[in-house]
């Protein structure tokens, strides 16, 4: 008997011995991965939006490219005259960096929960909930000049194609969303933290929420290229 035939023969009964291990313990209801079931939950959710949102861009980005009619120049639309200068997507670049300064907020509140800081932990959280709010009322504003000043509807655009109008205010406005409903997640967990509801539980809970914001944060990233850069 060769060598190769030895070794298969060894490597057989360990590989189903491994099998059945795995088996038995999945059958016992053991935790096969060390993660809490709210930080799983949180990742699945988060899979799942990821699907809506590039439907929702993939579908922005066929309506563009097949568009018959003129597709307004973003650049122009989202600009600002400020101090007799026409600065074009200023308000979206000040947008984009309080987004992405929350995101760094986010991870130090996340990075002093695990070092047990509640303090700071609720000023770090407090202070990313803030800069949601901020981005909100920004985002309040824009529409606001888009709706009034440029008359621009769901249903119709006075400047050209009459699906720029419904794209943005649906991407936009799910994107919105998800912001308001960070900011509230935000600011109940911080409160949490204040009253020591979470001492002895672990501070897993923080980290869950920075999931929620940093995917919030990245899907920003992708509608500011796709839809305020082309």
């Known amino acids: 008997m060769s ?19 795995a088996v038995s313990d999945w059958g016992a209801d053991k935790q096969v991965f060390n993660m809490p079931w709210g930080k799983l939950m949180m990742w699945l959710f988060l899979l799942s939006d990821t699907f809506v949102f590039s439907v929702f861009l993939i579908g922005y980005m066929n309506v563009r490219m097949s ?6 120049l973003t650049s122009e639309v989202f600009a600002l005259t400020i101090a007799g200068y026409h600065i074009p997507l200023v308000l979206i670049a ?16 996340v990075n002093f929960a695990y070092r047990g800081d509640s ?24 529409w606001a000049k888009l709706i009034i000043e440029e008359g621009v509807r769901p249903w119709g655009n006075p400047m050209g194609s009459a699906q720029f109008g419904a794209t943005f205010f649906m991407i936009t406005g799910f994107h919105g ?3 308001t409903a ?27 929420t920075g999931l929620y914001w940093h995917f919030v944060d990245l899907v920003w990233v992708f509608i500011f290229a796709l839809f305020y850069l082309w």
Do not use: C
């Not at 298969?8 to 059945?20: H, R």
């Not at 568009?67 to 307004?72: A, C, E, F, I």
């Not at 935000?186 to 897993?204: C, D, N, T």
């Open 94 to 109: 000040i947008m984009t960096f309080i987004l992405i300064t929350s995101s760094g907020t986010m991870a130090m509140a």
């Open 182 to 208: 960070g900011v509230i997640f935000l600011l109940v967990i911080a409160r949490r933290v204040a009253s020591g509801h979470y001492e002895g539980k672990g501070y897993h809970i923080v980290e869950i």
């Open 119 to 142: 303090r700071k932990t609720v000023l770090f959280m407090t202070a990313t909930a803030l800069l949601g709010a901020s981005f909100l009322g920004m985002q309040a504003f824009e």
């Open 67 to 72: 568009s018959m009619d003129s597709w307004p």
């Open 3 to 21: 060598t190769d035939d030895k070794q298969k023969k060894v490597a057989a009964p360990i590989a189903t011995d491994n099998w059945q291990g």
């Open 177 to 179: 969303l998800h912001v």
